[in-house]
């Protein structure tokens, strides 16, 4: 791999590969697949992570249902209060009008970062509805009409049609970036692979007397390992041995990890995040913790790699549609809506073996408003568009060019 590591990743990675030596002497080898037995039934589950998938799987493409969707159609999407309240059955699937579960309930969530800061997850939930209201409002009114500085409406972008707001940003780009961060990452980083969540109240003890959740087959920290592996490979088809077919099975952090590891400068990264994945669960079925926790920090660390590789990557793939002769804005602003995403999922990073994001909400707030500023995308420079992938880059172990091929 040619992409720079971080020290803790250079001196794992070669015992992640075949096996991992603990405290008492003992090997753990790494799971060909992610497949864990107890009485001859499987212990993992993660079917709370596939199904908010899932939902979001259908709420993006009603964003830009303009004969069928209503602003309480896909509010009801992202709530999913149909049975508290709730007017409309949202999805096509009955089973996800069924579900107890939605998506708003985790966007901002997780343990470690949220659950002293609850003003700031409300206003980052609310922020979804937000864009998801304004889609309605501003966008589905002005569809047929031809985009420009202050007016939302439709763009030319080669063959396909974009729908965007009066800067210039498409709101369904916003919504689905955002969320690979303010659900998946964040759930996945600073929940339940962190050391609060795993080790919460007798977990531990629980986890080395065997003692199971009640009336299941798994113990508590092994279900909550393998949510944060739903939130990753939840909708694969073969989710014990998800490579095959990464980047196929959903529009979220899994086609995004693939995308990255399609780039020469960042190959490996999905195996090496599958192996931390399934060798950390191998070493709580061990009650091997050090090795566990040394699994989740590797994963942070390529987590967050992936959120702010596609950052640079669509903000210079935005520039260098801006920065022609005739610049081609409907190219540009689907891109930059997209790196708009990213950017916003980058308050939900994590540096490994801390407690902080690779930037802060304040420091995205400050990217944004430079994206947002006078008329938007219909006036940002590509100096400033260099200017904030070197800043992000500069947080990171990859170059801008590693990042922008």
Same mark, same amino acid.
């Given at each position: 791999?040619?992409?720079?590591?971080?020290?803790?990743?250079?001196?794992?990675?070669?015992?992640?590969?075949?096996?991992?030596?603990?405290?008492?002497?003992?090997?753990?080898?790494?799971?060909?697949?992610?497949?864990?037995?107890?009485?001859?039934?499987?212990?993992?589950?993660?079917?709370?992570?596939?199904?908010?998938?899932?939902?979001?799987?259908?709420?993006?493409?009603?964003?830009?249902?303009?004969?069928?969707?209503?602003?309480?159609?896909?509010?009801?999407?992202?709530?999913?209060?149909?049975?508290?309240?709730?007017?409309?059955?949202?999805?096509?699937?009955?089973?996800?009008?069924?579900?107890?579960?939605?998506?708003?309930?985790?966007?901002? $969530?997780? =343990?470690?970062?949220?659950? +002293? #800061?609850?003003?700031?997850? %409300? *206003?980052? /939930? @609310?922020?979804?509805?937000?864009?998801?209201?304004?889609?309605?409002?501003?966008?589905?009114?002005?569809?047929?009409?031809?985009?420009?500085?202050?007016?939302?409406?439709?763009?030319?972008?080669?063959?396909?049609?974009?729908?965007?707001?009066?800067?210039?940003?498409?709101?369904?780009?916003?919504?689905?970036?955002?969320?690979?961060?303010?659900?998946?990452?964040?759930?996945?980083?600073?929940?339940?692979?962190?050391?609060?969540?795993?080790? $919460?109240? =007798?977990?531990?003890?629980? +986890? #080395?007397?065997?003692?199971? %959740? *009640?009336? /299941? @087959?798994?113990?508590?920290?092994?279900?909550?390992?393998?949510?944060?592996?739903?939130?990753?490979?939840?909708?694969?088809?073969?989710?014990?041995?998800?490579?095959?077919?990464?980047?196929?099975?959903?529009?979220?952090?899994?086609?995004?990890?693939?995308?990255?590891?399609?780039?020469?400068?960042?190959?490996?990264?999905?195996?090496?995040?599958?192996?931390?994945?399934?060798?950390?669960?191998?070493?709580?079925?061990?009650?091997?913790?050090?090795?566990?926790?040394?699994?989740?920090?590797?994963?942070?660390?390529?987590?967050?790699?992936?959120?702010?590789?596609?950052?640079?990557?669509?903000?210079?793939?935005?520039?260098?549609?801006?920065?022609?002769?005739?610049?081609?804005?409907?190219?540009?602003?689907?891109?930059?809506?997209?790196?708009?995403?990213?950017?916003?999922?980058?308050?939900?990073?994590?540096?490994?073996?801390?407690?902080?994001?690779?930037?802060?909400?304040?420091?995205?707030?400050?990217?944004?408003?430079?994206?947002?500023?006078?008329?938007?995308?219909?006036?940002?420079?590509?100096?400033?568009?260099?200017?904030?992938?070197?800043?992000?880059?500069?947080?990171?172990?990859?170059?801008?060019?590693?990042?922008?091929?």
């Amino acid at each position: 791999m040619l992409r720079l590591k971080s020290f803790l990743t250079l001196i794992l990675v070669s015992s992640i590969l075949i096996s991992c030596d603990t405290d008492d002497g003992t090997k753990i080898e790494v799971p060909s697949s992610y497949e864990f037995t107890r009485n001859s039934e499987s212990t993992v589950s993660f079917s709370g992570q596939t199904t908010r998938i899932q939902m979001g799987h259908e709420l993006l493409p009603a964003m830009l249902d303009f004969e069928n969707s209503t602003e309480e159609l896909l509010l009801q999407m992202y709530r999913n209060q149909s049975e508290n309240g709730g007017d409309v059955d949202p999805f096509e699937s009955s089973e996800l009008n069924a579900a107890t579960k939605n998506i708003k309930g985790k966007v901002a $969530a997780s =343990t470690d970062f949220f659950s +002293n #800061n609850t003003a700031v997850s %409300a *206003e980052i /939930k @609310n922020q979804f509805e937000a864009w998801i209201s304004s889609q309605v409002e501003e966008v589905f009114p002005n569809r047929n009409t031809l985009a420009a500085p202050g007016q939302p409406g439709q763009i030319a972008d080669g063959s396909s049609t974009r729908y965007v707001n009066g800067k210039g940003l498409e709101y369904n780009q916003l919504v689905g970036k955002s969320l690979i961060g303010a659900l998946m990452t964040d759930q996945m980083l600073n929940n339940y692979v962190s050391v609060s969540v795993l080790d $919460a109240g =007798t977990n531990r003890e629980d +986890n #080395n007397d065997g003692n199971l %959740a *009640e009336g /299941k @087959n798994y113990t508590n920290m092994e279900h909550k390992w393998d949510e944060a592996y739903g939130y990753l490979f939840g909708t694969s088809a073969d989710p014990a041995n998800p490579l095959a077919t990464l980047g196929e099975d959903d529009s979220f952090l899994n086609k995004y990890l693939a995308r990255v590891d399609n780039d020469d400068d960042f190959s490996g990264i999905a195996q090496e995040t599958f192996d931390a994945l399934a060798l950390g669960r191998a070493a709580i079925v061990g009650g091997q913790y050090d090795v566990r926790d040394e699994q989740a920090d590797i994963i942070r660390e390529n987590i967050s790699i992936v959120i702010g590789v596609r950052a640079v990557y669509y903000l210079q793939s935005g520039k260098n549609a801006l920065d022609q002769e005739t610049p081609d804005y409907g190219a540009a602003f689907h891109d930059l809506s997209e790196a708009y995403g990213f950017i916003y999922s980058l308050q939900f990073t994590r540096v490994p073996g801390s407690d902080s994001p690779y930037f802060t909400k304040t420091d995205v707030d400050a990217f944004l408003a430079q994206l947002e500023e006078g008329n938007g995308l219909w006036d940002v420079t590509p100096e400033t568009l260099d200017n904030l992938t070197a800043e992000i880059a500069g947080q990171f172990s990859f170059t801008v060019e590693e990042a922008a091929n």
